[in-house]
């Protein structure tokens, strides 16, 4: 590690949150609402009607809708969404923050997403994570997928009906240049809330122990640096088997990974350890953009 980690590294002065009026997303509308109480952030609120939601139906190619009841539906979806984001806007006035609601009419969801950051250059994206069974609970989901792999900015997955606190944090770590900049981002979330810190580096197995331990008497000594205390957590096993299990055990209200910051949805491999612990974690993920 460089040692040159600094508290000031880290901002929020604007949010970019998404929502789809679903209890899905409903976890990270509040979680805006408290980084917002936190940090001072200006939310942004983003709902996007898509133009041609067909895939709703089993067999989308045998509907046939006329153009006119097309318009009206979607007439009928756009003033549903703007109630919905005035309600969220007196919602978020009651608690003092200060929130501007944004409508966009797209076809993609997450290319409707990312033009948006581009427009507004926010410190951070929400997303809420949607509730899955099976296998398809280990990944991330396609939208949030593609969103993280091409978004210039840090990313906060929220799963459903939980709540993002600041009592305890945990920060993962394999000594690349990438968990710096994901250190940089816990040491300044510790000492702007007083949350516990830990500091986790998993090895794979007892071979690999040394230099985890490494890792983390590097991360320690850069967190007290910072006049910010880190308990270090030596994991050993599968990396994202050992972050979820330590955060249940441990009650983690967020885990912080560095990401490699590359773009493209094959980048994200359904094995990585990023998705498999945003897919699997009692908590929200933060994940922090590396650069290249």
């Given at each position: 590690m460089s040692g040159e980690t600094r508290i000031s590294f880290y901002r929020?002065?604007?949010?970019?949150?998404c929502t789809d009026h679903s209890p899905f997303s409903r976890g990270a509308f509040n979680a805006a609402l408290s980084l917002a109480r936190a940090?001072?952030?200006?939310?942004h609120l983003l709902q996007i009607v898509e133009l041609f939601p067909f895939?709703?139906?089993?067999?989308?190619?045998?509907?046939?809708?006329?153009?006119?009841?097309?318009?009206?539906?979607?007439?009928?979806?756009e003033t549903a969404a703007r109630e919905y984001l005035e309600a969220c806007k007196n919602?978020?006035?009651?608690?003092?923050?200060?929130?501007?609601?944004?409508?966009?009419l797209g076809t993609g969801?997450?290319?409707?997403?990312?033009?948006?950051?581009q427009e507004i250059k926010p410190d951070?994206?929400?997303?809420?994570?949607r509730g899955r069974t099976g296998l398809d609970r280990l990944m991330m989901g396609s939208v949030t997928a593609r969103v993280i792999g091409h978004s210039p900015v840090n990313v906060l997955v929220v799963p459903k009906d939980v709540r993002l606190d600041f009592q305890k944090l945990l920060i993962a770590s394999d000594g690349s240049s990438y968990s710096e900049a994901a250190l940089a981002a816990a040491l300044t979330l510790a000492w702007k809330t007083g949350a516990v810190l830990l500091g986790a580096c998993v090895a794979r197995d007892e071979s690999e122990l040394p230099t985890a331990r490494d890792i983390l008497e590097k991360v320690k000594t850069t967190a007290a640096r910072e006049s910010v205390a880190l308990e270090p957590r030596l994991l050993q096993g599968r990396p994202y088997e050992a972050l979820v299990k330590v955060a249940r055990d441990e009650a983690v209200n967020l885990i912080i990974l560095g990401?490699?910051?590359r773009t493209g949805l094959k980048r994200l491999l359904m094995g990585s350890v990023a998705e498999r612990v945003i897919g699997q974690a009692p908590c929200p993920v933060l994940v922090v953009k590396g650069v290249e």
């Amino acid at each position: 590690m460089s040692g040159e980690t600094r508290i000031s590294f880290y901002r929020l002065e604007k949010v970019l949150v998404c929502t789809d009026h679903s209890p899905f997303s409903r976890g990270a509308f509040n979680a805006a609402l408290s980084l917002a109480r936190a940090f001072g952030s200006k939310v942004h609120l983003l709902q996007i009607v898509e133009l041609f939601p067909f895939y709703e139906f089993p067999q989308p190619d045998l509907v046939t809708i006329s153009p006119q009841l097309t318009q009206d539906l979607l007439n009928l979806r756009e003033t549903a969404a703007r109630e919905y984001l005035e309600a969220c806007k007196n919602e978020a006035a009651q608690q003092g923050v200060d929130l501007d609601t944004r409508l966009r009419l797209g076809t993609g969801i997450y290319g409707e997403i990312l033009e948006e950051a581009q427009e507004i250059k926010p410190d951070l994206i929400i997303l809420g994570r949607r509730g899955r069974t099976g296998l398809d609970r280990l990944m991330m989901g396609s939208v949030t997928a593609r969103v993280i792999g091409h978004s210039p900015v840090n990313v906060l997955v929220v799963p459903k009906d939980v709540r993002l606190d600041f009592q305890k944090l945990l920060i993962a770590s394999d000594g690349s240049s990438y968990s710096e900049a994901a250190l940089a981002a816990a040491l300044t979330l510790a000492w702007k809330t007083g949350a516990v810190l830990l500091g986790a580096c998993v090895a794979r197995d007892e071979s690999e122990l040394p230099t985890a331990r490494d890792i983390l008497e590097k991360v320690k000594t850069t967190a007290a640096r910072e006049s910010v205390a880190l308990e270090p957590r030596l994991l050993q096993g599968r990396p994202y088997e050992a972050l979820v299990k330590v955060a249940r055990d441990e009650a983690v209200n967020l885990i912080i990974l560095g990401s490699h910051g590359r773009t493209g949805l094959k980048r994200l491999l359904m094995g990585s350890v990023a998705e498999r612990v945003i897919g699997q974690a009692p908590c929200p993920v933060l994940v922090v953009k590396g650069v290249e």
